[in-house]
């Protein structure tokens, strides 16, 4: 530590303020999940100018909790107060980004991931001290909410965005290709493509049972035929040149040992194929994401959850914030000599990186 008198009490000031500002927006996020939970926030929308009581009843919960929490909204700039008629109202701009009709950039549900991540927060601080990491099965609602995250974004994205990135293997899927996804969860992308392309076969590989079963019974129920899920390590696949397409998204920086993954997805597809990898658009050097918007809020995710379940696997840990640098080495590494970066208007956070080998 440096002499006191060398200290500038104002940058100490300022950074207690910043923190201070912190410490208050981390716990109003707590309060925004409970409210996008239970529901709350929902009901404020349709209510405008309501007690404690009424918005309580509306909202089927006890009065009392749902007082405290207006507090929390209130002083945190949520909810605006009439201390006469002590009723509550959340202003109509608020709700178009606290509720669901902010659609997918509802913010009260990402607050979700406060609670969430707080609650392996002991065990990852365990793996802090003694290293070793926590597994995907501490995760499950993390997961879920990713899951229907990017589901609903693909959704409206993938058959309509993300595929004609690609012109060549729009054409080939339309005429009927073999294609990977790997990492696939519950199996969306695989499904929303064997619906859109019936005459291509679709295959996922994901090393979660539960994920495995849901995709199955998803598929089942949409009747699709063309689509094929197995509990796999995509570390063990030893397929040649059988895929004209393989995709993975969102899977790659979680992966324990994804330079051989690299290399064997180059192994699994043809001669003439294509890898499609989606993964966060960062830089690989901290000091060129100084201005990403959640910075924070990528790097924690990072830590404490891609980090740590790789370092579980013992992995290298390479986490969500590997970059565009890195990603691009790796592909190299593993053969795919000509790489694209493209990006979509409806998905800002991400980069579509489409790896084709000379041939
Ligand atoms: C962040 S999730 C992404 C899931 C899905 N692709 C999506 O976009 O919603 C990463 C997935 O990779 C799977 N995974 C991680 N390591 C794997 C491995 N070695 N083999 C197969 N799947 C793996 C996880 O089980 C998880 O479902």
């Known amino acids: 530590m440096r002499n006191a008198a060398e200290i500038n ?31 709350l926030l929902e009901t404020m ?26 507090g929390a909204m209130v002083t945190g700039g949520v909810v605006t107060y009439a201390a006469t008629s002590k009723t509550y109202h959340l202003p109509p701009e608020h709700a178009l980004v606290l ?22 927060a002991p065990a990852v601080e365990n793996s802090f001290k003694n290293g070793g990491g926590v597994p995907y099965s501490a995760y499950p609602e993390f997961m879920q909410l990713w ?39 519950d199996g969306h992308v695989l499904r929303l493509m064997a619906r859109a392309f019936p005459a291509s076969r679709f295959t996922g590989y994901d090393l979660v049972d539960d994920s495995i079963e849901a995709a199955r019974e998803k598929a089942q129920r949409q009747g699709l ?16 040149e059988k895929y004209d397409l393989i995709t993975a998204f969102d899977a790659v920086h979680d992966l324990a040992a994804p330079a051989e993954v690299l290399n064997s997805l180059s ?41 740590t379940v790789s370092l579980e696997q013992g992995g290298e840990g390479l986490g969500a914030m590997w970059g565009e640098q890195k990603a691009m080495a790796m592909l190299e590494a593993a053969g795919f000599d000509q790489v694209s970066i493209k990006r979509i208007k409806d998905d800002p956070f991400n980069n579509y990186y489409i790896a084709r080998r000379s041939v």
Request: aromatic share 6%; proline share 3%.
């Open 267 to 307: 192994r699994a597809l043809k001669e003439t194929g294509t890898f499609l990898m989606v993964d966060l658009a960062a830089s690989s050097n901290l000091e060129e994401n100084m201005e990403h918007p959640l910075g924070p809020w990528l790097y924690t995710s990072s830590c404490m959850h891609c980090v």
């Open 45 to 70: 929308a349709r209510l405008s100018d309501a007690t404690s009581s009424e918005i309580s009843d509306a909202a089927g919960l006890h009065e009392r909790y749902v007082r405290e929490w207006l």
């Open 147 to 185: 899951a229907e995250v990017n589901g609903e974004r693909l959704d409206t994205t993938l058959i309509q965005s993300v595929v004609p990135l690609m012109p060549d293997v729009l054409h080939a899927l339309n005429r009927g290709i073999d294609v990977l996804d790997v990492g696939c969860g």
């Open 99 to 120: 509720t669901s009709a902010a659609g997918l950039n509802n913010m009260a549900r990402f607050a979700q991931l406060v609670p969430q991540l707080g609650a392996v």
């Open 9 to 39: 009490q104002s940058i100490v000031d300022g950074f207690s303020e910043k923190m201070l500002g912190t410490l208050n927006s981390a716990l109003l996020s707590l309060s925004l999940s409970i409210g996008y939970r239970t529901g």
């Open 225 to 240: 035929d063309n689509v094929y899920f197995k509990n796999c390590n995509i570390l063990q696949i030893n397929e040649h």
